[in-house]
Each structure stands twice: as C-alpha cells, then as structure tokens.
C-alpha cells in the first residue's frame, strides 16, 4: 500500500505550533482521530509512548516516525507534521527533528505499517525531497511531493515484494555484486531500513554495486546468496542484534553499529571494496572477532558471557525451586524433622522433581558461560566442568571413595565455565594449522576429547580451593543475624535499584541467584531480599504519580497502572524511563524505598526459593504476609520522598 492511500489530506498540518515531544504526539494523535483511524486516543497515546520508551522513533537528519501496532485502531493510516523551528526527540545525531510522520497500526493482521514506515525511512534519506516537503505552500503540494517521490522510487507497484526487488536491482559486475551488506536492529523497523538505503545510494553515488539484506521485524528480506557471497570483495554487517553469520566464513567482514551504516555509509564501503576487514572464521566454534568486537572491553565480554549462562541457569531454579516451595507447603513437619519436605507422598514428588531440575543449576551455568566464549564445542566441556565443581570430585576422592566432598559451588561452577570456554579457544588457535582435510576432525574428536581432558585435570586440582571458599561463604551465610543480615538486605536492595537493570542490579541479582545453590535458610533470605528490591521501583513512582499529583505529568500518570504491575511482576526496568527523565530524584528516591524492602524482608526472616516471578511466587515464600509488608513500606517510603523531591509539573 502507498503512503499517499494511508495519509489523508486532513491528516497534514504544515507548520505546526509546538515545542515540545509531548505537544507533538498529542497533536499526530489528534489527526488520527480526527481521520477516524483510531477509536481510544488514550489507548492509542499509551501504545505510542510504550514505543517511544523502548527508545527514540526520531532517527536522524530531522525525521521522527513515532509509530504503534494497537488494538484502539480502527483502520491503518498516517498523520504527519512539519514543524520550522523543530522539536528535540533524542535523534541519534542530536538535533532537533522537524518532518514528523506517526503511523497508526490495527493490532491484529497484517504488517502494513511495516512497509510504510521503511518506504518512509527510505525516500526521506533524500535531503532535496525532505526541503520539499518542509517548503510545501499548502497540504496539497505536500502530498504531491510524496506521491511524486514514491512513484520516482517504486513506479506504481504496492507489495512489499516488489519493494525488495526494487532495492535488489543495483548494477551488478559479471562476477555479482562488489559489495554485501546485512542491516537490523533490535526492533527492526525504521534503522534497519535507512541503514540499507543509506548504503544502496552511497553505492550508487560510489558507482560500486552493492546489495544489502534486510533483517526487519518481518524476518530477512533481499536475502543474500551463496553465490553473491562468494564473489563479494567484503561484507558490511550494520546490526544492533545477531545475524546468521555462518554463511560468510573465510570473507573480510566489516562490522558494526547499524547507526554507522547510516552515517558512515561511504567509509564502510570504501573498506569493504578493499577488503579491509577480519577475515570471518566459523568452524563450528566461536567467530573469530570483528571490528565491533575489538571495541568491546574485556569486563563487557566478561559480564556478557556470565549474563549469558544465568539467563540460561534461570528456568532450572526457578522450576526447581517453585517445585521444591510447593513441597514444604504440602509436607507434614511433624512426622519426621530431619526429612522435611518428603514425609508426604505428594510432598516428595515435588521435592524429587524439583530437585532433579535444581540439581541441573550449576552445570547449566557453566556450560552456557563456556558456549558464550567458544560456540557449541564449549557446552560440553563447561558442561562437564560444571558439572565437577557442583560435585566436588577431587583426586583423592577418585582413587578413594571415602573421601569426603564439599561442592565448589556456584564460584567453582563459575570458574569452570569461563575456563572450559577459552581452553576450547585455546584448541581452535592452536590446531588451526592443520590440513584441510582433518578439519573435520577437530570439532568432532579433539575439543570434546582433550577439552574434557584438561578441564577434569584443572578442576579436580582445583576444586579443594572452591570447596574451601564455597563452605566459607555457607558459614558466613548461616552465621548471618541480626544487625549484620538486615545491612545485607540493605545493601543488596538498594542495589537492585541503583540501575534497575544495569550492572549493580545484576550483580545483586546474581549474588541472590548463587545463594541458593546453598539450599539453606539465610541463601533464601538473600533472594527474598534482592527481590522485594527489585520490585520497589516501579511501584513506588505509581504510588507517587497518585498522591501527589502535581508533581507528574498526565501521561505519567495514565500509565502508572502498567508500571505498578510490571513492579508487581519484578521488572524494575519499568521504571527507567521514570529514572531517566529525573536521575537526581527517581533514583534516590527508589535505592532508599527499596533498602528499605530489603531490610524489613531480612528482620522479618522471609524466604524465597525461586528467583523470579514477583507476586506469582508469594504463596511460596516464607512469611509471606511480612514480605507484603516489606514490599509495601518499601514503596511507601520511596513515593513519600520521590514526592517531597520533585517539584509541581508545568501546567500547558
């Protein structure tokens, strides 16, 4: 569908008068109203600021494309605006945007908007058609300038279809094309799409064929070729997100940020016709490294790789440990003490259940930290050394079974992830000057082999250390009381909201996830602690927005709701927005209200053992009506002071 069948001349205002962002979207939702396009512009407004939250619509060279698939409209359609003097919608290049264009979506069948919004991306790359647009005397020569632009750009054609093949018919060489590229981003709307038309046109200008593959929400299209990959001189990759990488091994391959393929376009295809790039390596193991990659430090690749195996850890524990919850709850501690939780028929399903999968924790950990670093051949080895340092396995324990053995724990777990994960690094470097022709051999036998090899020799080394240290920190969790557990639960709750998120929020979340790897009572304090902390943020800035009403915005206010049951839900980024508008107030505010949290959920000796799941998971916490209470004084106290902080809104 044409961009001139979905904007309505009623739908245009040349010259608008506003300042601000929130003038802006208000006035585009208006038109859509006013068009009949949507039924509910409160709903409407709401999808249009969940998008806007989730990161700037206003891309570069003063487009803005604020845009929504939402079940409030009626029928597709676009409202747009110029505005001369220009509105600051965080651009990527910092400047104030001035062509304005909202796409309104019906939640439900196809993806219209999609090919709207990359027609428009694309055609308003071109600087003489944008100071057209600007120019227009009236509403009419506005949508002529469109109608024009788009034919010029796509003749009478409508399926997206066509658009791809559009995009794909750059003058090629005999041999294929000079230049491959591969743009996405994480949402894989308008950067996708400008990146590539930033590129297509920079090669032509260039006259050096190029053909880029899109990989937009509505999946790859103009898909490259075996046969154009092998007879490219160099591959760009413009992406904020992972692409099928495996097809370009033994190719130079450039890569980096998709918002340089659209402001670096004529540097990166200079180099990629050189062919000044890493020669790209997938062998079944890690990718060798590229450009992006060399910019990234060793402590981001540390964290990405940890983040890499908890994210995978999560599912067991949190399985395992609802299970192993439900079984306490339905056992019978009189009948025996000293086998609580499997006295019971139905108890000790749950407990057996339970535990198999909260057995699988560790291993999982290391196994998944060890594939961040080496691709596949890593599972295995951190698989096994993870495996190891969850049992304790010594030496001596192997050559008498009298010995007795201490898990290495969650550190030792740890330890054996990252150090099965570049041992296998270390094997690709070191048999990467082996024929051809036993290629085969080295993800097939020599990494499976000598990895299990060498990290069972480190590991059962090591592991009297991890066992030492892991038994140290069980001590000192069950030695925790008084004073000492409730600082703790200070500090880790107001961690969780330093960031909400970010590094201090994980490594708190962390510290909570191995403490019940210890299975004991002080590890559950911790997690019940870290999370009542995590859920404080955004339902203290609801709390707020309601009482004191003058301090927030209308939206603000309108979307509290949300934000307090995604608090409710333990997503503290919820509040970041919030936080990123205001840092001086939100944030002290919401670390105090959940020390807070953290602390009351301490004295009050509440358990937790699943680390996730928000008020899911509260008929399985211990003492679950104090942690209520924790949970509400938390916020309570971070509304009060956010409130007292933050001064009266502007009325408009």
């Not at 979207?25 to 068009?35: I, S």
């Not at 160099?234 to 033994?250: C, H, L, P, Q, S």
């Not at 150090?419 to 080295?442: H, Q």
Request: one cysteine or more; aromatic letters at 8%.
């Amino acid at each position: 569908m044409r961009i001139v069948d979905l904007l309505k001349k009623e739908a245009v205002v040349l010259n608008a008068d506003v300042s601000e962002k929130e003038q802006m979207l208000d006035l585009l939702v208006d038109l859509h109203k006013k068009v009949g396009n949507i039924e509910d512009k409160e709903a409407f407004k709401a999808g249009i600021m969940k998008r806007e939250s989730e990161g700037p619509t206003a891309i570069a060279e003063g487009i803005c494309i604020p845009h929504s698939k939402n079940d409030a409209v009626i029928k597709p359609g676009i409202a747009a605006i110029t505005v001369p003097g220009g509105v600051d919608c965080e651009a990527l290049d910092g400047e104030p945007s001035n062509l304005f264009f909202m796409i309104a979506a019906p939640a439900e069948g196809s993806d219209v908007h999609l090919e709207a919004l990359s027609r428009l991306s694309t055609i308003l790359m071109d600087p003489a058609f944008r100071e057209k647009l600007l120019s227009a005397k009236d509403v009419e020569a506005f949508l002529a300038a469109i109608d024009e632009k788009e034919t010029e750009k796509y003749g009478d054609e409508d399926k997206a279809a066509q658009v791809e093949e559009a995009a794909a018919e750059v003058p090629a060489k005999k041999s294929g094309y000079q230049v491959l590229a591969v743009t996405a981003c994480p949402t894989g709307i308008a950067h996708t799409y400008m990146a590539a038309e930033a590129l297509e046109e920079k090669g032509k200008e260039l006259g050096i064929s190029i053909k880029v593959e899109t990989n937009g929400s509505g999946g790859a299209k103009n898909i490259l070729t075996q046969e154009e990959i092998d007879a490219c001189d160099g591959i760009i990759i413009a992406a904020d997100k992972n692409v099928e990488m495996a097809r370009f091994d033994g190719k130079p391959v450039i890569k980096v940020k998709v918002s340089d393929g659209i402001h670096k376009s004529q540097e990166l295809i200079e180099r990629a016709v050189k062919g000044d790039g890493p020669i790209y390596h997938h062998e079944g193991g890690k990718a060798a490294s590229t450009s992006s990659d060399g910019d990234e430090s060793f402590g981001r690749q540390i964290y990405k790789h940890l983040m890499n195996g908890v994210s995978h850890m999560l599912p067991f524990v949190i399985g395992g440990g609802i299970l192993i919850a439900i079984a306490f709850l339905l056992d019978d501690y009189s009948i025996d003490p000293s086998n609580f939780g499997m006295n019971t028929p139905a108890a000790a399903f749950f407990k057996t259940a339970g535990g198999v999968a909260f057995n699988f924790m560790l291993p999982i950990l290391a196994g998944f930290i060890a594939m961040s670093i080496a691709d596949r051949p890593g599972l295995m080895v951190g698989f096994v050394g993870g495996s190891v340092a969850s049992a304790g396995t010594t030496f001596a324990s192997c050559f008498n079974p009298d010995v007795t053995v201490i898990s290495g724990g969650f550190l030792g777990a740890l330890f054996a992830g990252f150090l099965a994960g570049y041992l296998v690094l270390a094997l690709e470097k070191i048999t990467e000057k082996m024929p051809d022709s036993m290629d085969g051999l080295r993800p097939m036998l020599i990494y499976p082999v000598v990895g299990l090899l060498l990290v069972s020799v480190i590991m059962f080394a090591i592991n009297p250390f991890f066992s030492w240290l892991n038994q140290l920190l069980a001590d000192a969790l069950n030695s925790l009381s008084g004073a000492n557990s409730i600082l703790l639960g200070v500090i880790l709750g107001g961690m969780m909201s330093i960031d909400m998120g970010g590094p201090f929020n994980k490594a708190a979340y962390v510290f909570g996830t191995a403490s019940l790897a210890y299975q004991t009572e002080a590890g559950y304090m911790i997690m019940a602690a870290v999370m009542v902390g995590g859920m404080v943020p955004p339902i203290a800035i609801a709390i707020s927005s309601w009482v004191f009403k003058n301090k927030f915005t209308d939206n603000d206010r309108k979307t509290a709701p949300v934000n307090a049951i995604m608090g409710l839900c333990f997503i503290s980024e919820a509040a970041i927005p919030y936080a990123a508008g205001d840092p001086l107030h939100v944030i002290p505010s919401c670390v105090i209200g959940s020390a807070v949290a953290g602390a009351l959920s301490m004295a009050f000796k509440c358990t937790l053992m699943a680390p996730h799941g928000g008020i899911f998971v509260f008929p399985v916490v211990g003492h679950a009506l104090m942690y209520i209470v924790a949970l509400l004084i938390g916020a309570i106290v971070g509304a009060i002071m956010l409130g007292l902080l933050r001064k009266p809104v502007e009325s408009k």
